[in-house]
Structures are given as structure tokens and as C-alpha cells.
């Protein structure tokens, strides 16, 4: 393939690591109740030595990007599957053990083989031709530009989705899109839920330009609806040859018979009982001329083959599960291909960094609040997500039950305090305005008692003017009732002597009278 002659050298020391690494990890990570994935036979191995061969000569121009591309397809086919940190540090131990004895000869040792970040993705680099290379990431910053600049592409033409691009939740979205990049690439994130798994899978689909196809599930959606469903897929990507992801979560499969389509889906492409006649022949008649350019007899089972292997090149299953409880566990046992035909991607609990990135992001919006107030606050959220956490832990192990702290429940989290914050502002806003009113009531009304005090003392310097007056009239007036009552007794007395008057020229008449 033109690449250098020392690249050419060390592909058998590439092959001899994978296969060595691949025995110690089936000797030591063995399958369990809990690990019941913990099946590694040759897929692996095709899958690791699959992504070796995205190599160009244009890119790996030396044996130590070869080395680290080894790595990383190592990681991803292998630590990606496992379940707890304990694993992935006995993992990390095995994969170290194997690069050292392969690759410690290499120009810059072992440090050069290990740097980080050890990303590798097809989005980030094209050839002259427009043509996606499988090159290294450079730095997480120019990562992190990038999956920016492709969300906002997203955000422009779907639903938006605010993500926060922290360190993990970038590393997922380089995950998904190297498996669902590859042909036949089927991809089984598993996770509690709100970890992001259909948020990164859409945004991992839109990255490598593929449609996204969700069921929509109702009171009413049926095996009839599902097998319907999955023929319009079978037609987008065979017949048509428009790649596209089918996305699915457990939530979704309401009845358990969906499975058995999946799983014939993704382990042979051929799903029974799906295909009338006229849709075969239909299917047929569209890649007919493919058939024949492809230099093959136009045969009805070269059609068909060719279609059906159309469909899976293109098509590209992503089942985002639910470990909690047995459902899992019980599916896969039931459905083999759900994990031997797909590439796991088990989403872990957010780290500190993202716990923090996250709370810092959604608690920006806030407004009035203070830079280290903020911060203080986001560092707090996050510790309290840890500690809860923590107390899980012990609880599970004292009382041997599970009490689930998940990413959902920390936005949750960040939701309730900001609904609470915003609630008590208003209710303290609205006293505020009540204390104000009152305040300008009482000035209000302080004022116009001021106004009537002013008004009265004006009437009380009338009204003692009006008494005063009254006084003098009543004084007045008694003077003149004295001189009155004087005349009156004067006059009392003239009328006892013309009383007395009268009685005697009346006793003197009467006396006249009878002479």
C-alpha cells in the first residue's frame, strides 16, 4: 500500500501484540451474571485488525502513529466493554504489559506510544480529494472545535439539543462514529438513563452524514407497525443506498417479538417473515444494474444477496439499553446478536470534570448572580452528585440494594435549584413590590394627613375668631337683658298701682252705684 518500510516491518509485530493481548483478555475477563458480555472470540480480533486497516500512507508515515493506532483499536474494541473501573485498570495493565514488550524499541519509547489524547476520528481530516482519513486527534481543544462547529450544524436543521461537549462526552461521540463509519458497523451503547446515549448518537449519525430513523412509539404501535417501519429502512438503504441509522432504546421495544426481527437484522441482514414476493422482486429490479456493473449474472439470488448486503453496509442499527436490573442480561441471552453482531460502548458515570462542566453551563443563565458565587455553587453541585454517589455505594454494599444516582437525575438536580431559585425571586420580587406599595400608601397617606392637620389649625384660628365674637355678643347681650329685666320690673310696678288704682275706682263706683 505504499506505506514506509518501517511501518511494512512492524505489521507482524501488530498482529503478534493483537493476538496476545486478545488471549490474556479471554483468559482473564471472563463472562458472569453481571459480565454475561464478556465474550471475546475472533470478532474482536477482525474488529481490531478492521480498524488497522483504515490506515493510510498519507497519514502513518511512521511505526509509533502504527503503534498508537493499535492502541486505540485495542481500547476500543476491548475496554469499551468493560463494566467498572476495576476492570479497566486490570485491562490497562494487560494492554501496557503487551505495548511494552512490542513497542518499547520504538523511536520516543513507550512515552511516545502513550501520549494522550489517543483519539482517532474520520471527521476531523480529508485528503485533497475530499476523501475522510482515519488520522489522530490532535489536541481535545481542536476536538472539542470541531464536535462544536458539527453540533451547531445539527442545531440549525433538527430538534436543538444543548449539550455540553465535556471530555468523556467527546470520546463517546469518536466511538460512536468509528463504529457506525465502518460497513456493517452496529453499535450497542449501554448506560443508566440520561447519560446522553441518543443525544451523542445523533450527533455521532450527523457527523458521518447518516440519516437517523427513530420508532415513534404509541398505545397502538404493533409487530405490524414495526415490520412497516423496517421495510421503508430496507428500501432507504438498499434500494435507494441513503445510509441511515436506526436508533432504538429498550424503552421502545413494547413488545419482546421486535427483538427477534433485530436480532435477524443484525446477524445475517435477512429478516423471516418481513418481505412479501413483490417486495423481493421489487428490491431485485433496483439494484439490478448495480448487480451488472458489478460484473455479476443479474441472477435473482445475485440480486437479492447484493441487496441484502447493500442494506447492511449502509444500515446502521444503535441500541441504546438500560443495564439496570435483568432485562438486559435476560434479552441478551435470548438474542445473541444484540452483543456478538454489535460493538459495545458502556457509558459510566460522568467524572468530576463533567459533573462540574455541567453544572457551570446550565448555571450560566442565571442572571444576577456573581462570577464566584457561581462557581462556588457549580463546584457544590457537583460534590453533592459524588457524595450521593458515594452513599449509594455503601448502601448497596450494607443493605444490597441499588439506589441509582444518574446523569438524568443530576440535571434533575440543576433544573429543581434553578425552577426554585426562580420561583423564590418572584414570590420575594412580589413582596417587595407589596412593601413598596405599602410604603408609598403610607406616604401617601402620611401626606395628606399633613395636608388636613394644616387645613384644621387654619379652621381653628377661624373658629377662635368666631368664638371670640361670640363671646362679645353673649356679653353684649346680657348687658341688654339687665336693662331689659330693669325696665320689665319698672314696669311690673306701674301695673300694682294701676292695679290697685283700678280697685278703687271700681270699690268707688260700685259705692256710687248704690247711693
Same mark, same amino acid.
Request: proline residues 3%.
Given at each position: 500500500?505504499?506505506?514506509?518500510?518501517?511501518?511494512?516491518?512492524?505489521?507482524?509485530?501488530?498482529?503478534?501484540?493483537?493476538?496476545?493481548?486478545?488471549?490474556?483478555?479471554?483468559?482473564?475477563?471472563?463472562?458472569?451474571?453481571?459480565?454475561?458480555?464478556?465474550?471475546?472470540?475472533?470478532?474482536?480480533?477482525?474488529?481490531?485488525?478492521?480498524?488497522?486497516?483504515?490506515?493510510?500512507?498519507?497519514?502513518?508515515?511512521?511505526?509509533?502513529?502504527?503503534?498508537?493506532? $493499535?492502541?486505540?483499536?485495542?481500547?476500543?474494541?476491548?475496554?469499551?466493554? %468493560?463494566?467498572?473501573?476495576?476492570?479497566?485498570?486490570?485491562?490497562?495493565?494487560?494492554?501496557?504489559?503487551?505495548?511494552?514488550?512490542?513497542?518499547?524499541?520504538?523511536?520516543?519509547?513507550?512515552?511516545?506510544?502513550?501520549?494522550?489524547?489517543?483519539?482517532?476520528?474520520?471527521?476531523?481530516?480529508?485528503?485533497?480529494?475530499?476523501?475522510?482519513?482515519?488520522?489522530?486527534?490532535?489536541?481535545?481543544?481542536?476536538?472539542?472545535?470541531?464536535?462544536?462547529?458539527?453540533?451547531?450544524?445539527?442545531?440549525?436543521?433538527?430538534?436543538?439539543?444543548?449539550?455540553?461537549?465535556?471530555?468523556?462526552?467527546?470520546?463517546?461521540?469518536?466511538?460512536?462514529?468509528?463504529?457506525?463509519?465502518?460497513?456493517?458497523?452496529?453499535? %450497542?451503547?449501554?448506560?443508566?438513563?440520561?447519560?446522553?446515549?441518543?443525544?451523542?448518537?445523533?450527533?455521532?449519525?450527523?457527523?458521518?452524514?447518516?440519516?437517523?430513523?427513530?420508532?415513534?412509539?404509541?398505545?397502538?404501535?404493533?409487530?405490524?407497525?414495526?415490520?412497516?417501519?423496517?421495510?421503508?429502512?430496507?428500501?432507504?438503504?438498499?434500494?435507494?443506498?441513503?445510509?441511515?441509522?436506526?436508533?432504538?432504546?429498550?424503552?421502545?421495544?413494547?413488545?419482546?417479538?421486535?427483538?427477534?426481527?433485530?436480532?435477524?437484522?443484525?446477524?445475517?441482514?435477512?429478516?423471516?417473515?418481513?418481505?412479501?414476493?413483490?417486495?423481493?422482486?421489487?428490491?431485485?429490479?433496483?439494484?439490478?444494474?448495480?448487480?451488472?456493473?458489478?460484473?455479476?449474472?443479474?441472477?435473482?439470488?445475485?440480486? $437479492?444477496?447484493?441487496?441484502?448486503?447493500?442494506?447492511?453496509?449502509?444500515?446502521?442499527?444503535?441500541?441504546?439499553?438500560?443495564?439496570?436490573?435483568?432485562?438486559?442480561?435476560?434479552?441478551?441471552?435470548?438474542?445473541?446478536?444484540?452483543?456478538?453482531?454489535?460493538?459495545?460502548?458502556?457509558?459510566?458515570? $460522568?467524572?468530576?470534570?463533567?459533573?462540574?462542566?455541567?453544572?457551570?453551563?446550565?448555571?450560566?443563565?442565571?442572571?444576577?448572580?456573581?462570577?464566584?458565587?457561581?462557581?462556588? %455553587?457549580?463546584?457544590?453541585?457537583?460534590?453533592?452528585?459524588?457524595?450521593?454517589?458515594?452513599?449509594?455505594?455503601?448502601?448497596?454494599?450494607?443493605?444490597?440494594?441499588?439506589?441509582?444516582?444518574?446523569?438524568?437525575?443530576?440535571?434533575?438536580?440543576?433544573?429543581?435549584?434553578?425552577?426554585?431559585?426562580?420561583?423564590?425571586?418572584?414570590?420575594?420580587?412580589?413582596?417587595?413590590?407589596?412593601?413598596?406599595?405599602?410604603?408609598?400608601?403610607?406616604?401617601?397617606?402620611?401626606?395628606?394627613?399633613?395636608?388636613?392637620?394644616?387645613?384644621?389649625?387654619?379652621?381653628?384660628?377661624?373658629?377662635?375668631?368666631?368664638?371670640?365674637?361670640?363671646?362679645?355678643?353673649?356679653?353684649?347681650?346680657?348687658?341688654?337683658?339687665?336693662?331689659?329685666?330693669?325696665?320689665?320690673?319698672?314696669?311690673?310696678?306701674?301695673?300694682?298701682?294701676?292695679?290697685?288704682?283700678?280697685?278703687?275706682?271700681?270699690?268707688?263706683?260700685?259705692?256710687?252705684?248704690?247711693?
Amino acid at each position: 500500500g505504499g506505506f514506509d518500510a518501517e511501518v511494512v516491518r512492524l505489521s507482524g509485530k501488530l498482529v503478534d501484540a493483537a493476538i496476545e493481548l486478545h488471549r490474556l483478555v479471554m483468559n482473564n475477563f471472563l463472562p458472569s451474571a453481571v459480565k454475561f458480555h464478556y465474550q471475546f472470540n475472533l470478532r474482536e480480533m477482525s474488529n481490531i485488525i478492521g480498524g488497522m486497516c483504515r490506515m493510510t500512507k498519507d497519514v502513518y508515515r511512521n511505526p509509533v502513529q502504527a503503534a498508537r493506532l $493499535w492502541v486505540h483499536e485495542c481500547e476500543r474494541v476491548f475496554r469499551d466493554r %468493560m463494566v467498572n473501573d476495576t476492570d479497566m485498570g486490570k485491562f490497562d495493565e494487560f494492554r501496557s504489559q503487551v505495548t511494552k514488550k512490542y513497542f518499547e524499541d520504538l523511536p520516543g519509547g513507550l512515552g511516545a506510544v502513550e501520549e494522550r489524547p489517543l483519539l482517532f476520528t474520520s471527521f476531523m481530516q480529508s485528503s485533497p480529494d475530499d476523501t475522510p482519513l482515519y488520522a489522530p486527534v490532535p489536541t481535545y481543544e481542536s476536538l472539542k472545535k470541531a464536535l462544536e462547529d458539527k453540533l451547531n450544524e445539527y442545531n440549525e436543521t433538527n430538534a436543538v439539543m444543548d449539550l455540553v461537549l465535556f471530555q468523556q462526552a467527546m470520546e463517546h461521540v469518536t466511538r460512536i462514529s468509528r463504529i457506525i463509519d465502518q460497513p456493517r458497523g452496529n453499535a %450497542m451503547l449501554v448506560g443508566v438513563g440520561g447519560s446522553g446515549k441518543q443525544s451523542l448518537a445523533r450527533l455521532a449519525a450527523h457527523i458521518c452524514g447518516y440519516d437517523v430513523f427513530q420508532i415513534a412509539v404509541s398505545s397502538t404501535y404493533g409487530i405490524a407497525d414495526f415490520k412497516e417501519n423496517l421495510l421503508s429502512l430496507y428500501t432507504k438503504a438498499g434500494a435507494k443506498g441513503q445510509p441511515v441509522v436506526f436508533l432504538m432504546t429498550d424503552n421502545q421495544i413494547v413488545k419482546e417479538h421486535f427483538l427477534v426481527y433485530i436480532n435477524d437484522l443484525l446477524s445475517t441482514g435477512i429478516v423471516a417473515d418481513l418481505f412479501a414476493p413483490e417486495d423481493k422482486d421489487n428490491f431485485c429490479n433496483a439494484v439490478r444494474n448495480e448487480v451488472k456493473a458489478a460484473g455479476l449474472l443479474d441472477t435473482t439470488d445475485n440480486c $437479492w444477496d447484493f441487496f441484502i448486503n447493500k442494506v447492511r453496509r449502509y444500515l446502521h442499527v444503535v441500541l441504546c439499553f438500560s443495564p439496570v436490573g435483568d432485562k438486559f442480561r435476560i434479552r441478551a441471552r435470548q438474542f445473541p446478536a444484540l452483543v456478538n453482531c454489535t460493538q459495545l460502548d458502556w457509558f459510566h458515570g $460522568w467524572p468530576a470534570e463533567a459533573l462540574l462542566s455541567v453544572a457551570t453551563r446550565f448555571l450560566a443563565d442565571i442572571p444576577d448572580v456573581a462570577d464566584d458565587v457561581r462557581a462556588s %455553587m457549580a463546584q457544590y453541585m457537583a460534590q453533592a452528585h459524588q457524595y450521593v454517589s458515594e452513599a449509594s455505594q455503601q448502601y448497596l454494599q450494607s443493605y444490597r440494594r441499588y439506589n441509582y444516582t444518574t446523569p438524568k437525575s443530576y440535571l434533575e438536580l440543576i433544573a429543581l435549584y434553578k425552577a426554585l431559585l426562580a420561583r423564590k425571586r418572584a414570590e420575594l420580587q412580589a413582596a417587595k413590590e407589596r412593601l413598596q406599595n405599602g410604603v408609598e400608601k403610607i406616604a401617601q397617606a402620611s401626606a395628606q394627613v399633613a395636608d388636613l392637620q394644616a387645613a384644621l389649625r387654619e379652621e381653628q384660628i377661624i373658629v377662635e375668631e368666631k368664638k371670640a365674637q361670640t363671646d362679645e355678643l353673649i356679653v353684649s347681650i346680657g348687658r341688654e337683658k339687665a336693662v331689659v329685666d330693669e325696665a320689665v320690673e319698672a314696669g311690673r310696678e306701674d301695673e300694682e298701682a294701676a292695679r290697685k288704682l283700678q280697685n278703687e275706682v271700681q270699690a268707688f263706683q260700685e259705692e256710687c252705684t248704690r247711693d
